[in-house]
């Protein structure tokens, strides 16, 4: 099945304006494809570029070179009220919008097609309350925004750019100001409304645990290397996460998809029920050991369920232990030669 590209770029480079007509170049050669039904994650560290990415994208500012292709035309056809039709953005400033009602807020959304003294009509009303019901925020529609926990004033937000009714959504840091609960929750909405609306939906963030598990596509960006594109599974396998976050005391594993301040050091063996090898696996982690399959010069460890955990030292006899904090204790003893 072919799928819609709604965003596509050729030769790009992006940057922006310096003094006496000089620019300041970021990135050049970009050749992007953004698509119908997906969530694309934007991952970089701080000035790597992605928020000038999004900006041009959006069409809030130019870019240095290249094309910019929108729904297959280029970007120097669409009129500003023609982009406000079809690109839809959340900034990741906190919304200073205290003194409107959710449902003033969201009906924002229409101001495209109505305009800033335009009259909403039944179908604009209908449109708002479907995009306040389409992310959950309908009961609060009544409150002041002001009243709101940042993960309802999110949610509030991508209804007002859902009423704008755009194929294309581009988040700058979307999960910023949430907790933990609410970024799993506005990425699950997120790719949600990809899946169902066919939106094109591209967001920034550091989150790169989310990034992983809820993106459908990834786009990793870094100064001065050219930026990588792919599946998360494809871009773990092969090796590029590890060559974009790899830092001095930083290494990323590509086993847990985490990345981790110790270094392993040695290999440890670890088998059994899935659950506990992985948990057993991060712990090892942790403590300098680099979880691999079982091999007779191994320290191995077989994991039958969270309260037995066998541990079988080179050279040494078995030892059974009844959780993971108990397995480290005598993973310690072994490495002291007590």
């Keep these: 099945m072919n799928r819609k590209i709604t965003i596509e770029t050729t030769d790009l480079s992006i940057g922006y304006p310096l003094k006496r007509g000089k620019n300041k170049l970021i990135h050049a050669g970009l050749n992007l494809s953004l698509y119908a039904g997906e969530v694309t994650c934007l991952l970089g560290l701080n000035g790597a570029g992605k928020s000038t990415l999004l900006r041009t ?30 690109i839809g953005v959340v900034l990741t400033e906190k919304t200073n919008a205290g ?12 101001h495209p097609y109505t305009g800033f003294f335009g009259q909403l009509k039944k179908r604009d009303r209908e449109i708002i309350e479907s995009s306040m019901e389409g992310v959950g925020i309908s009961h609060k529609a009544g409150q002041f925004v002001a009243e709101l926990s940042d993960g309802e004033r999110q949610k509030a937000m991508i209804a007002k750019t859902l009423a704008q009714e755009c194929p294309v959504i581009l988040l700058d840091e979307p999960t910023a100001f949430l907790d933990v609960t609410s970024r799993i929750e506005t990425m699950a909405l997120l790719r949600r409304l990809a899946r169902e609306e066919q939106k094109s939906i591209l967001l920034s963030t550091h989150d790169m645990d989310a990034a992983i598990q809820m993106g459908d596509r990834l786009w990793l960006l870094e100064k001065n290397r050219k930026l990588a594109v792919g599946t998360p599974e494809d871009l773990i396998m092969d090796g590029c996460f590890g060559s974009f976050f790899n830092k001095e005391g930083i290494v990323f594993d590509s086993s847990t998809g985490r990345l981790s301040a110790v270094a392993p050091a040695r290999p440890v063996g670890i088998e059994g029920d899935f659950q506990t090898a992985y948990w057993v696996g991060n712990a090892m982690l942790k403590n300098g050991y680099l979880p691999s399959p079982v091999n007779a010069s191994y320290l191995n460890i077989s994991c039958v369920s969270p309260k037995k955990i066998i541990l079988q030292p080179v050279g040494g006899l078995e030892l059974t232990v009844c959780s993971v904090a108990e397995l480290i204790e005598k993973v310690q003893q072994i490495q002291s030669g007590k």
């Design 57 to 86: 994208l959006g069409g809030f500012q130019p870019a240095l070179k290249g094309t910019i292709y929108l729904q297959g035309k280029s970007f120097d056809g669409y009129s500003r009220s023609e982009l406000a039709l079809t």
């Design 99 to 110: 003194g409107i009602t959710v449902y003033e807020l969201v009906s924002l959304g229409r």
